[in-house]
């Protein structure tokens, strides 16, 4: 008989698919809402206030993606003909459609940090002259967590060091703050204490917090100005949002400490599937809720491992093809964990 009920998948492809519980969608349903475009949404204002406050900024404007919140603070930023420094595996780079080229006319300058953390001299280096020829050097881009990295946590340290020099410069420096919620959990580093050393920031509340919709982009308020009306422009007016605002706010309220729950699963899995002969982990990088595994060495390919796991009703990422990605998430139950364990355990035994 149990084989006929459907079986709820284990799904460690991102911390994106997490659905609305019973109380965020009360809580949805008792926003008081009215038109965004005219500034009317209460529940959108509040939120927009409330999360400057958390990040300690001027201003802050909700968006419907993070893609959205990182370009449009590329674009408010920068001029056509500007350059921008990166980490090659930063989202920008690699997973918003080429829009940086596309919707601000700029240059994205890809650098080959570890992890996905940048030192100082390596964009000293790609810092180019102010010639007529040249493009010109305008923003620095960080990501915290690295995502492509692995979930990777920037040091402090060289946050200021970048900030510092980025200062010194009279360059603009940007956060993808995506899973921003995640390093704070890791760190213990305030939300303010991360943000304060960046001109813009943008944070999604859709990943590990769970909300259905939203992201938040944070700066100064005259920043802020400039990046409602490219908002507007780029058909990102939304009219009674307010119900999503009042799931963003539900999730951080009530859902920002469970993402230490999901770093506790991700360690245990990592362990596990870490086990299996031929996957190598790159422990450094274990920190968060990601886990990138290289499986080149147990004679399958990712794309085989996904499949394998697939029949094993969980779902990863193939994320190259010897990488997979595994991603925790409020979702997760600790019992799914437990037999995603013993489904890693039989592949560890010999047959
Ligand atoms: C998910 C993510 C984004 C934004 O993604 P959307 O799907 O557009 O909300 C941006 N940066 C990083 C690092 C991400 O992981």
């Known amino acids: 008989m149990s084989s006929l009920l459907p079986q709820i998948p284990i799904d460690l492809r991102s911390d994106t698919v997490t659905r609305p519980s019973k109380e965020m969608l009360e809580a949805m349903k008792q926003a008081p809402v009215g038109d965004d475009v005219y500034g009317e949404d209460p529940s959108v204002n509040s939120l927009q206030k409330f999360s400057a406050e ?23 930023h920068t001029e056509p003909g500007d350059e921008v420094i990166c980490d090659y595996k930063a989202h920008i780079f690699n997973y918003e459609s080429g829009a940086a080229g596309n919707l601000s006319q700029v240059q994205l300058h890809p650098l080959h940090g570890k992890h996905g953390i940048l030192e100082v001299d390596q964009i000293r280096e790609a810092i180019r002259e102010k010639a007529y020829w040249n493009p010109w050097t305008k923003l620095i881009a960080l990501e915290n ?22 200062r010194e410069k009279g360059l603009l420096l940007h956060l993808d703050g995506a899973r921003l919620w995640n390093a704070h959990i890791e760190s213990g580093i305030p939300l303010k204490e991360y943000a304060r050393y960046f001109d813009s920031l943008s944070v999604c509340f859709s990943k590990g917090l769970g909300a259905p919709v939203g992201s938040m982009v944070l700066g100064t308020e005259s920043f802020i100005r400039k ?22 706010r539900f999730a951080v309220t ?47 390919t990712a794309a085989e491992w ?6 094993e009703n969980i779902l990863v990422s193939p994320f190259s093809a010897t990488t997979i990605r595994m991603v925790t998430h409020r979702d997760v139950t600790p019992g799914m964990i437990d037999t995603a364990v013993t489904v890693f355990e039989s592949f560890s035994q010999p047959k």
């Open 54 to 76: 958390l990040f300690g900024k001027e201003a802050g404007l909700f968006v419907p993606s993070g893609t959205m919140g990182n370009q449009l603070c590329l674009r408010a």
């Open 145 to 166: 967590t690295g995502n492509k990295a692995g979930g990777t946590v920037y040091p402090l340290e060289r946050i200021r060091a970048i900030h510092e020099f980025a």
């Open 227 to 248: 990046v409602h009306r490219f908002r507007k422009m780029w058909g990102g007016g939304m009219r009674q949002a307010g119900s999503l605002a009042a799931a963003c």
């Open 254 to 300: 009530h859902h920002l400490e469970g993402i230490r729950q999901d770093h506790i699963h991700l360690g245990i899995l990592a362990e596990a599937f870490s086990k299996i002969p031929g996957v190598s982990i790159d422990w450094e990088t274990v920190r968060t809720n990601i886990l990138i595994a290289d499986v080149s060495g147990t004679g399958k």
């Open 306 to 311: 996904s499949a394998l796991l697939k029949e």
